[in-house]
């Protein structure tokens, strides 16, 4: 768990291009073996702290601080407060709570305890001023946080994130104390869990998946997705948003997506619609594996079945895979001779490795 943590905390995502022909086992091996020797080396260079009863404490205390502003962040971002504070600060970055409330309808009341707190955890700053009313205290909301927290389109994006947490913590208190008994995990399929994993991947598929790896590094994979008739597949495609993605990028090939959680099968539809794209859908695939399930199973050459695909994609799944040896050979009989699979998952090599 630990070792998965730190892996957890790096955030980054290396891509690499594996052929039909490649043994299915390596990526496995590959991210195991590494997560380890990430996690060896941290522990070298950690410096051992005494298990004191204060120590104890900050820990607890940490855990509440945190899991206090977590809820504040959440409701920021559901309300849209972030991005009307972006639109009622002036030329100076300031407003106050009168401002907010009337820009947004929302009881003034509850919005003074929310700018307090956003104060109190450092999100907004308090302008030295005279009264303590509603219309006297100035809030300034930084640039640099704006970035953060309430613009999708910046590198720095990352309050999408947060949008999990409730539904991470609702899980402790209701599956997670019989998953314990049985041994049997539970799936995300909860909507702010899977709705938040594809706010955070639209922002890096738009800015680094599709023009600095599909386009400029990953040369046999664009070769083959943009040939005359292609067809590419993604497995485990969540709500839909690199299918759509490439399947604007590449409007003469079809796209098929393959997801289990029935919750991101419902919103991947749903975008479908939306985005008007023809030449993508999406299966159940607890229904129709791609590859054509396990074994010598075949749908008869229909999507999903074997030898079908030009192309398989994978973007942030592996990692959480209960059996991920077995969406590798998915992916490999799924695949045409010559086929390409492009992964996209965590970075764990230690620097030098």
Known sequence: KEGSECLMSAAQRVVVT???????????????????SRWRAQKKTTTRRVPTHDRAKQLVGG???????????????????????????????TTTV???????????????????????????????????GDEDLVYKFPAAFWD????????????SMI????????????????????????????????EAIDRAHA????????????????????????????????????????????????????FTGFEISDQALAMCLQNLRGARVRNATVRDARKEPLGGGGGDDDLGGQDG??????????????HDATRPQDLVRQAKRALKPGGVFLVGDLQCLVDGD
């Open 203 to 254: 922002n890096t598929i738009k800015r680094v998946i599709l023009p600095k790896v599909v386009h400029e590094r990953a040369t046999t994979f664009l070769k083959k997705v943009s040939a005359p008739g292609a067809k590419g597949a993604e497995l485990g495609c969540g709500a839909g948003n690199l299918l759509i993605a490439l399947a604007k990028a590449f409007p003469e090939t079809s």
């Open 305 to 318: 079945g074997k030898g079908v695909y030009d192309v398989v994609v994978t973007y942030d799944v592996l």
């Open 98 to 132: 009168v401002a907010l409330a009337e820009h947004t309808k929302l009881n003034r009341r509850f919005l003074r305890e929310w700018c307090a707190h956003q104060a109190s955890m450092g999100m907004l700053e308090l302008v030295d001023g005279e009264g303590d």
């Open 18 to 36: 594996v052929s039909a022909t490649a043994v299915v086992t390596l990526a496995v091996e590959w991210v195991v073996k590494a997560l380890w």
């Open 63 to 93: 855990a509440l601080d945190g899991a206090l502003s977590a809820a504040q962040l959440y409701l920021g971002d559901r309300l849209g407060l972030y991005a009307s504070l972006g639109e009622v600060c002036g030329a100076d970055g």
């Open 148 to 159: 953060v927290v309430a613009n999708p389109n910046s590198e720095h994006y990352l309050v």
């Open 163 to 194: 949008q999990l947490v409730p539904a991470i913590v609702n899980r402790a208190r209701t599956t997670l104390p019989e998953a314990f008994r049985t041994g049997i995990g539970q799936g995300y399929d909860d909507p702010d869990i899977v």
